[in-house]
């Protein structure tokens, strides 16, 4: 009786402190070659190759809810070997506060690892990730 009133317990007390589980958004991000129209990725993949001119690929968030906001950015970061991020590029995008899903198509000139964090226009975190760009041999 005792084990099984503990097992309630612990599981009430479980529920009770995840019971606001469902209001974290799982917010995506990819990287991909194309994105189709239901708003999912092509070709998804975190590394990229290109030519030494430069070569572009497509970022796609995914949201739980809709972006509330009329405008977000990319912020995009170079990572060195040692781990530090470099500041490279914003770029900014035009959004309906109805969306649940956009994209960017993205050109990138260097190779190496790239972070990339995305914000709403109230500089509200959504969602991270990185890609590795490589050259063509």
């Known amino acids: 009786m005792k084990y099984s009133l503990m097992i309630l317990t612990c599981i009430f ?19 991909c070659e194309e994105v189709d129209e239901d708003g999912y990725p092509e070709n998804e993949s975190t ?31 170079k990572v060195s070997r040692n781990g530090k991020e470099k500041y490279d590029n ?9 969306w649940v899903w ?4 993205v050109t990138f000139y260097d190779q190496g690892k790239y972070n990339v964090y995305v914000y709403d226009s109230y500089d ?14």
Do not use: P
């Not at 572009?56 to 990319?74: F, G």
């Open 13 to 31: 007390i479980f529920l009770a402190a995840n019971s606001d589980y469902s209001l974290v958004q799982a917010q995506n991000i990819y990287f």
């Open 47 to 77: 590394s990229f190759t290109i030519g030494t001119e430069g070569g572009w690929l497509k970022i796609l968030v995914r949201l739980d809810d809709e972006v509330d906001c009329n405008e977000i950015k990319y912020v995009i970061y």
């Open 90 to 98: 914003t770029i900014y995008q035009k959004v309906e506060d109805n």
């Open 102 to 105: 956009f994209w960017k198509q």
């Open 124 to 137: 509200n975190f959504l969602t991270s990730g990185s890609v590795r760009i490589s050259y063509n041999n």
